[in-house]
């Protein structure tokens, strides 16, 4: 009797440092950085991600085609705001009031479509392929869309 309790005793101490390895090991593997630039699902605008005191937000610092049809610099013509019209786009903040999770993962933001004019409720996380998964929507998370944005293959220039 004695020496299935010493067996049993020792068969919890091996599971319990087989756990405690595994936990270390898991969380050895840092979350990759959501700061930074990336480049929209569209290809074409990039959007640094910064902390904002202790939130994040993210404005617009490189666009495809940066220029309107008259070659001036393309403004906010699509804010419900009119005096906001004029404002340029590069440079736009379009994220803002994001709050860390518990998980990693960011939510309580907002997205501002500059295309259309509207904003979002959003929240937003790195997979685990590297890329940003950034949900939209109005009312519940479940009835919104994701994009997926990615980080650019080389140096973008400043719009």
């Not at 290809?43 to 001036?72: F, R, S, Y």
């Not at 790195?126 to 949900?135: E, I, M, P, S």
């Not at 650019?152 to 719009?159: K, V």
């Amino acid at each position: 009797m004695c020496r299935n309790s010493r067996e049993g005793a020792r068969l919890k101490t091996i599971l319990t440092i087989a756990m405690a390895v595994l936990c270390v090991a898991s969380g050895a593997r840092a979350a990759p950085p959501i700061t930074g630039l990336w480049v929209v699902q569209a290809g074409n605008a990039g959007v640094d991600i910064q902390p904002c005191g202790a939130k994040l937000c993210g404005a617009i610092t490189w666009m495809k085609e940066p220029l309107n049809a008259a070659g001036k610099p393309k403004t906010d013509i699509h804010n419900p705001d009119p005096a906001r019209q004029g404002d340029p786009v590069c440079g736009l903040k379009i994220l803002y009031d994001f709050t860390q999770d518990s998980d990693g993962g960011w939510s309580g933001g907002k997205i501002y479509d500059a295309a259309h004019g509207e904003i979002y409720s959003s929240n937003m996380h790195v997979a685990a392929d590297g890329t940003l998964a950034l949900r939209g929507f109005v009312g519940l998370a479940l009835f919104g869309k994701t994009q997926t944005w990615t980080r650019p293959s080389g140096q973008l220039p400043h719009c």
